[in-house]
C-alpha cells in the first residue's frame, strides 16, 4: 500500500492488475477420434519435435497447423512448442537463430535459397501473475522494456511476454480455442484443454478468457478472427464478438509494420474477397475506421469496391489471387499491393501530368506519393517499393512500340508481373486490349514475327492524326505585333537540349528510382 502510495507521488505508472483466465482440462484425443491424416504433416515439423524429444523436452506441433490437419486441410505453416527454452532449441539444431524481444521463439531453417523452410519453435509460456506496466510503447519505452520479461501499455497490450512455464497455462495464454491444441506425431495424440476439437467441428471461434481482456492484450487478435472467419467459414461466438467494435480503436497503437504484415496474410489467404465482406462486418474498413491505410485507397467509404472500372481491376485480381493460393502456386505481395494503390497513383499521375510536368517524371511523383500516403515507413518496404515502382513505370514504357527500348524491355526480370499487370488493365477496359495483344506477340514471336510487329506498330502510328496545336492568342491592341507567317518567315524553333540524367517520355532509362 505504502509503495503504490509513492509510486503515485512520484508520477509512476501503477502494475497493471493480475490477469486470469482458464486453465482448462488436459484431455488427450486419440486417433480413432481426431482423424488426423498422418500424410498430410511435413516431415521436418516431425523433425524437430522427434529431436526435441529424444533430447528430454516435450514437444507437440501446435496452433493452427493442428487445426487445419482437424479440418483435413494441408497446413501452409507448422510451428512448434516446447518446455524447452530458447537456448535450449536453438543448441540443438545446426541452423537456428533466436528471433523477437515482444515474444522470444527460435527458426529451425533447413534447406536455402527459395526452398528452404522455416520451423517457428516456442517455449511454453506462463499466464502472468503480475505484468509491469510502461509508460510508451515499443519504441519510445524501450529503457523501460529493457530486461523485463512481461510487460504492457497503458492499454493494456502486451509489450513483452517472455515468462516460460507449463502447457496447461501455455494453452490458457492462446487467443482461440480452436488454435490451443497440441499434436503428438509420435504417439498420435491431440491434447485439448478448451474444447477446441468441438469448436473446430461446430466451425466456431471461441476467446479463451474474458474477450475484452484478451482484445486489450493484443488488438491484433480482432484481424486474425477476420482471417480465421473468411478463410475457414468459422463464425464468432457471441461473446468473442461482444467487445470488438469497441476495441477497434486499439489498433492504432499497434506498430504499423505489424498491422501491414497482418493485412499482407488476411489477402492471401486465398480468400481475400470474402476477407474484405468480414473485414467490412467488423467494421474495420469504410466508416472512416482508417486501420488499413492501403484499403482506404481502394474502397469506398461503405468499405465496398467501387462501381466501374476501378472495382472491377481489383477484384479480378484478387480472384486470380486467390486461385493462384487455392492451387499451391506462390503469390506476389508487391503484385497485389500494386493493383490496390493503382488508381491512386494514376489519379495523382493525371494530376500532375494535367500540371504540366512531363510523363516520366509525373508518374514517379504520383508513386512517391501514394507510398508515404498509403505505406509510410514499414520494415520491407524498400523491397516491395522497388517491385511495385517497376511494375508501375513499365505501364508507360510499353505505350512505346519502336526502337531498342522494347527488346530491352522484354528481357526485364520483372516483365511477366509488369505484362500481367498490362493484361490485367486490358481485360477490365481500361486500356485497349490490342496493346496487351502486341506485347504478348511480340515476347512469344519469332525474329521474324517480331519484326512484323514492329512494322505494323510503325504504320499505325504513322496513320494516326498529327497533333494541332491551339493558335497563339492575339496581340493586344497598341502593342507592336509580330509579322504574321504571311509576311515573314517563321522563326526555325530552336531545340532545347535536355540536360542529363532528365527524365521525360521515351527516356533512356525510366527503371524504378533507387529508394
Same mark, same amino acid.
Given at each position: 500500500?505504502?509503495?503504490?502510495?509513492?509510486?503515485?507521488?512520484?508520477? #509512476?505508472?501503477?502494475?497493471?492488475?493480475?490477469?486470469? +483466465?482458464?486453465?482448462?482440462?488436459?484431455?488427450?484425443?486419440?486417433?480413432?477420434?481426431h482423424?488426423?491424416?498422418?500424410?498430410?504433416?511435413?516431415?521436418?515439423?516431425?523433425?524437430v519435435? #522427434?529431436?526435441?524429444?529424444?533430447?528430454?523436452?516435450?514437444?507437440?506441433?501446435?496452433?493452427?497447423?493442428?487445426?487445419?490437419?482437424?479440418?483435413?486441410?494441408?497446413? #501452409?505453416?507448422?510451428?512448434?512448442?516446447?518446455?524447452?527454452?530458447?537456448?535450449?532449441?536453438?543448441?540443438?539444431?545446426?541452423?537456428?537463430?533466436?528471433?523477437?524481444?515482444?515474444?522470444? @521463439?527460435?527458426?529451425?531453417?533447413?534447406?536455402?535459397?527459395?526452398?528452404?523452410?522455416?520451423?517457428?519453435? +516456442?517455449?511454453?509460456?506462463?499466464?502472468?501473475?503480475?505484468?509491469?506496466?510502461?509508460?510508451?510503447?515499443?519504441?519510445?519505452?524501450?529503457?523501460?522494456?529493457?530486461g523485463?520479461?512481461?510487460?504492457?501499455?497503458?492499454?493494456?497490450?502486451?509489450?513483452?511476454?517472455?515468462v516460460?512455464?507449463?502447457? @496447461?497455462?501455455?494453452?490458457?495464454?492462446?487467443?482461440?480455442?480452436?488454435?490451443?491444441?497440441?499434436?503428438?506425431?509420435?504417439?498420435?495424440?491431440?491434447?485439448?484443454?478448451?474444447?477446441?476439437?468441438?469448436?473446430? #467441428?461446430?466451425?466456431?471461434?471461441?476467446?479463451?478468457?474474458d474477450?475484452?481482456?484478451?482484445?486489450?492484450?493484443?488488438?491484433?487478435?480482432?484481424?486474425?478472427?477476420?482471417?480465421?472467419?473468411?478463410?475457414?467459414?468459422?463464425?464468432?461466438?457471441?461473446?468473442?464478438?461482444?467487445?470488438?467494435?469497441?476495441? @477497434?480503436?486499439?489498433?492504432?497503437?499497434?506498430?504499423?509494420?505489424?498491422?501491414?504484415?497482418?493485412?499482407?496474410?488476411?489477402?492471401?489467404?486465398?480468400?481475400?474477397?470474402?476477407s474484405?465482406v468480414?473485414?467490412?462486418?467488423?467494421?474495420?474498413?469504410?466508416?472512416?475506421?482508417?486501420?488499413?491505410?492501403?484499403?482506404?485507397?481502394?474502397?469506398?467509404?461503405?468499405?465496398?469496391?467501387?462501381?466501374?472500372?476501378?472495382?472491377?481491376?481489383?477484384?479480378?485480381?484478387?480472384?486470380?489471387?486467390?486461385?493462384?493460393?487455392?492451387?499451391?502456386?506462390?503469390?506476389?505481395?508487391?503484385?497485389?499491393?500494386?493493383?490496390?494503390?493503382?488508381?491512386?497513383?494514376?489519379?495523382?499521375?493525371?494530376?500532375?501530368?494535367?500540371?504540366?510536368?512531363?510523363?516520366?517524371?509525373?508518374?514517379?511523383?504520383?508513386?512517391?506519393?501514394?507510398?508515404?500516403?498509403?505505406?509510410?515507413?514499414?520494415?520491407?518496404?524498400?523491397?516491395?517499393?522497388?517491385?511495385?515502382?517497376?511494375?508501375?513505370?513499365?505501364?508507360?514504357?510499353?505505350?512505346?512500340?519502336?526502337g531498342?527500348?522494347?527488346?530491352?524491355?522484354?528481357?526485364?526480370?520483372?516483365?511477366?508481373?509488369?505484362?500481367?499487370?498490362?493484361?490485367?488493365?486490358?481485360?477490365?477496359?481500361? @486500356? =485497349?486490349?490490342?496493346?496487351?495483344?502486341?506485347?504478348? =506477340?511480340?515476347?512469344?514471336?519469332?525474329? =521474324?514475327?517480331?519484326?512484323?510487329?514492329?512494322?505494323?506498330?510503325?504504320?499505325?502510328?504513322?496513320?494516326?492524326?498529327?497533333?494541332?496545336?491551339?493558335?497563339?492568342?492575339?496581340?493586344?491592341?497598341g502593342?507592336?505585333?509580330?509579322? +504574321?507567317?504571311?509576311?515573314?518567315?517563321?522563326?526555325?524553333?530552336?531545340?532545347?537540349?535536355r540536360?542529363?540524367?532528365?527524365?521525360?517520355?521515351?527516356?533512356?532509362?525510366?527503371?524504378?528510382?533507387?529508394?
Amino acid at each position: 500500500m505504502i509503495k503504490k502510495f509513492i509510486d503515485k507521488l512520484l508520477g #509512476k505508472p501503477a502494475a497493471a492488475p493480475k490477469k486470469t +483466465s482458464p486453465l482448462g482440462k488436459r484431455v488427450e484425443v486419440p486417433a480413432e477420434v481426431h482423424g488426423i491424416n498422418p500424410d498430410l504433416l511435413d516431415e521436418r515439423a516431425v523433425k524437430v519435435v #522427434k529431436t526435441l524429444t529424444d533430447a528430454g523436452f516435450e514437444a507437440y506441433i501446435v496452433g493452427g497447423a493442428v487445426r487445419d490437419l482437424l479440418l483435413n486441410m494441408r497446413p #501452409k505453416d507448422f510451428d512448434v512448442a516446447t518446455n524447452a527454452t530458447p537456448e535450449q532449441v536453438k543448441g540443438l539444431f545446426r541452423r537456428a537463430f533466436i528471433i523477437g524481444r515482444r515474444f522470444r @521463439i527460435v527458426h529451425v531453417v533447413y534447406g536455402r535459397g527459395r526452398e528452404h523452410e522455416v520451423i517457428e519453435v +516456442s517455449t511454453f509460456r506462463a499466464l502472468p501473475t503480475e505484468s509491469e506496466a510502461v509508460a510508451g510503447n515499443e519504441k519510445t519505452a524501450k529503457a523501460e522494456l529493457d530486461g523485463k520479461h512481461h510487460a504492457v501499455d497503458a492499454s493494456g497490450r502486451v509489450l513483452r511476454d517472455n515468462v516460460w512455464g507449463p502447457q @496447461i497455462e501455455d494453452a490458457a495464454r492462446r487467443d482461440f480455442t480452436v488454435n490451443a491444441m497440441y499434436y503428438d506425431p509420435q504417439r498420435r495424440l491431440v491434447v485439448d484443454y478448451h474444447g477446441g476439437l468441438a469448436d473446430a #467441428k461446430a466451425k466456431l471461434l471461441r476467446m479463451i478468457g474474458d474477450p475484452e481482456t484478451r482484445y486489450k492484450e493484443d488488438p491484433v487478435r480482432i484481424v486474425r478472427a477476420v482471417r480465421f472467419a473468411a478463410k475457414l467459414g468459422f463464425e464468432l461466438e457471441k461473446k468473442t464478438l461482444a467487445p470488438v467494435a469497441a476495441c @477497434i480503436p486499439l489498433l492504432t497503437n499497434v506498430p504499423a509494420s505489424r498491422l501491414f504484415d497482418e493485412m499482407i496474410k488476411l489477402l492471401q489467404t486465398g480468400h481475400s474477397l470474402s476477407s474484405l465482406v468480414q473485414l467490412k462486418k467488423l467494421g474495420l474498413v469504410g466508416q472512416g475506421g482508417k486501420v488499413f491505410a492501403v484499403l482506404d485507397a481502394m474502397l469506398t467509404e461503405t468499405g465496398d469496391l467501387p462501381q466501374g472500372v476501378r472495382g472491377n481491376f481489383v477484384r479480378q485480381a484478387f480472384e486470380d489471387t486467390d486461385r493462384r493460393v487455392n492451387e499451391g502456386r506462390g503469390v506476389s505481395p508487391s503484385f497485389m499491393l500494386a493493383c490496390m494503390l493503382w488508381h491512386e497513383v494514376l489519379d495523382r499521375w493525371t494530376k500532375t501530368r494535367n500540371a504540366g510536368e512531363p510523363p516520366v517524371p509525373a508518374l514517379a511523383q504520383a508513386i512517391d506519393a501514394v507510398f508515404d500516403a498509403r505505406i509510410g515507413d514499414i520494415s520491407g518496404r524498400g523491397k516491395l517499393a522497388a517491385d511495385m515502382r517497376e511494375i508501375w513505370m513499365m505501364q508507360i514504357r510499353f505505350e512505346r512500340r519502336s526502337g531498342s527500348g522494347v527488346f530491352s524491355l522484354i528481357e526485364q526480370p520483372r516483365y511477366r508481373a509488369g505484362f500481367d499487370f498490362l493484361r490485367l488493365r486490358a481485360d477490365v477496359g481500361e @486500356i =485497349d486490349p490490342a496493346l496487351a495483344d502486341w506485347w504478348e =506477340d511480340f515476347a512469344l514471336g519469332s525474329d =521474324d514475327d517480331r519484326q512484323a510487329l514492329l512494322a505494323d506498330a510503325r504504320a499505325t502510328q504513322q496513320k494516326q492524326p498529327r497533333v494541332v496545336r491551339a493558335p497563339r492568342p492575339e496581340t493586344p491592341a497598341g502593342e507592336d505585333a509580330e509579322p +504574321s507567317a504571311v509576311d515573314a518567315p517563321a522563326k526555325k524553333r530552336r531545340r532545347r537540349r535536355r540536360k542529363p540524367g532528365g527524365g521525360g517520355e521515351g527516356a533512356a532509362a525510366p527503371a524504378p528510382a533507387a529508394e
